[in-house]
Structure formats: structure tokens, C-alpha cells
């Protein structure tokens, strides 16, 4: 249970506003000059190096925060993750021990937190889905029948997922042109507003996953940007779906959010537009009041909430496993664009922007689509009682083609 009260010995964890307060601590990969890459947990502007730790017998993980990702450490289960935090908890709440070894955040470097097994994304808010699907196959097509029966998903690529911080290029490919197609650098480059969940335990070929045991298949969650090229998408996407209009990057936040820190925040989700099939009901609302949002070379675009999502991560996990497919630790599940009803919540410029009919203005400058050079950061954050629980940065930005 959290207690919204309490505070850290690590000052900077209680200030207002503070994305990591001990509330919080969430788990990331970090190094310092010239050391080992090893696990960590976020506490105000400091890393407790969990590595560390763990040599000097203050925590027990069985030897995987020595680790350089948390694949090792989530595969433990569910217990361990429970007890590990209970553990944290004790050590960094005031009275607890400040002889701990901490780095500080601003002079260390943030790395991949998982290595990345399989990476799938979803596409889970009905806004979204009828936004995109008007401008792609007009309003009379928008919503595929399935949709509101099932999520919707494709198999992405886990090697090409990178960590806040890493820039991302441009991609060349096929478009649609005036007679065929056209070889180009992308005109139409498009982010899209995500969470991402960490499945933490495994499920073995032919097993069928339920809802709820799904839910607790969940380590936890990070802000993802599912860098789109919107021109090489049209051109490709029917009937398979996207491919290489997906492959150019995907962005992951350095940070994993516990599920555990999240559980205060338990929310519903859109209303149901029909009755979902018994295998894909719940028993307690999946999704969380949280604030997510994107922001253009440092302007605020657009901001929802994650509970404007039509499916769950649990749900979208339960319906990945009913053909039997196993899923395994370190598998990463993209929820799909968060956006909400009006244009001023959408977590995309192709849907901010109408198309690219509409250009928004950023630092007095118009876009439609991204620009070279230009960085794109996603934020997300609960509020409770006196505490904010914050998913740190998640940034790129676009260098030129390769023509
Ligand atoms: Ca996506």
C-alpha cells in the first residue's frame, strides 16, 4: 500500500513537484564515467545504485542488480518485486540508512532499462483510431468493424527500440506518387503518445492467458514514442499493416514505473460503445488517472489521459496469448496512440494537424510534421496526495535523411 505521507532522507524526493519521490521509485540501467552499466532506482535528483547494494548486502535480488539490464531482476517474479520494494521503501524513508550509495542523476548516463525481447504496439484509444482511420480511409471506414471487440495490434520490431535521449533518423522509402511510386526522405514524420508495459513473468506455447492473470503479469510501464512516417505508411500499410513506416525508431523512457506505485491511480477507461467477449472483461477497471503529454522543441502540445484508452494493457496482453502465443519476460506492449477527443489532446500531429491541412504553431514557427532538427518530448504523471508520481523524460529528435 502506498503512503501518500511519507518522506525520504533524500531531500530532493519530498520537493513539490519531484517526479521521484519515494512513492515512486522507479527502476532504470545508468553508468558513470568509465563504470559498469548496473540497475538503479530513481529517488529525487539521485540514483540509489541497486548494484552496489546489493555487494554490500543491504538489499537481495539474487545477484541481478549487478546486471546491465532488468530482464534478470523482473524475472524473478512477482514476490521479489513486492519485497524488493518494501525493502527500498524502508531504506530511503526518513530514519533509513544515508550512507547508501547514491549518484547523482545530473552526472550519470541513462541506458536501455530492459533488453527489449519482443516489442509489440496496440492501438487502444477509440479517439485515436477513428481519428486516424477518418484521414486514411475517409469516416464511412474509420473504425474497422473489429475494433471495438477486440485490440488491434501488430508485431514491431524490439531491435529497433531506443532509449530517451537517442537521436533518430530520418527515414528514405516508397511513397505514394502522382504515377507510382516515389523514392524520397520522409515528408510526413509523426510521433504518437504512448505507454509502454513491461511484461514481467512468462507464458509457455498454447497457454491462454486470462485478464485478470494478465494483469499480474505486469512489471510496469514507460513512456513510449512510436516515431511513424505517415507518407511510407499510406503507400504500405493495407493489408498486412505497417512495416517499415514503424521501423525507422521507438522510443522508450529510461524509467520503469512499478505497477505497484501506479495502483492509487486506478481508473475506468472510455466507455464501452458494446459488451467485450468474457475472456476480455475484467474484474477492476485497467487502466490509470494519468496525465500524459508531448511537448515541440520545449512547447506544450498536446495532453490527455491515459484513461481515455478503450483497452487495457492486461487486455491487450490476455488477447496477444489466445492463439496460444507464449509471451516472455522482457517483452514490451505499445498501447497505441493516447489521444483524447479534442484536437488540443491529441498525441499526434497527424491528427492535430488534420492531415497536415491544419499547421499548428511551435515557437512561432508553423508545422504540420517534424522537422529536421526538431526534438519531441513525452511526459506523463499522476498526482496524489501531496506526491506526484513522474515517468522522467522521453526525448528524441530527427536527423536529416541519407539520400
Ligand atoms: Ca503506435
Redesign the pocket.
Known sequence: MTDAARKSWVESANAPGCDFPIQNLPYGIFSTEGGPRRCGVAIGDMILDLGACEEHGLIDAQGTFAAAQLNDFIALGRATWAATRARLTELLAEGGDPSLPLVPMAGAALHLPIRVTEYT???ASRNHAWNTGVLFRGPENALPAQWTHMPIGYN?RASSVVVSGTPIRRPMGQVRGENGPEWTACRRLDL?L?LGAIVGADSTMGERVGVDAAEEMIFGYVL?N?W?ARDIQAWEYQPLG?FQA?ALG?TIGAWIVPEAALEPFRSEGAERLNPLLPYLQERRPGFYDLTVGWTMNGQKMGRTNYNVMYYSAAQCLAHHTVSGCPMRVGDLL????ISGPALDQTGALMEMTGGGKNPVTVNGEARTFIEDGDEIGLYAFAEGDGYRIGFGPCTGWILPAVE
Open positions: 504496439d496496440f492501438y514491431g504518437e504512448e513510449l512510436d511513424s505497417p514503424k521507438t505499445g498501447s497505441g496512440t
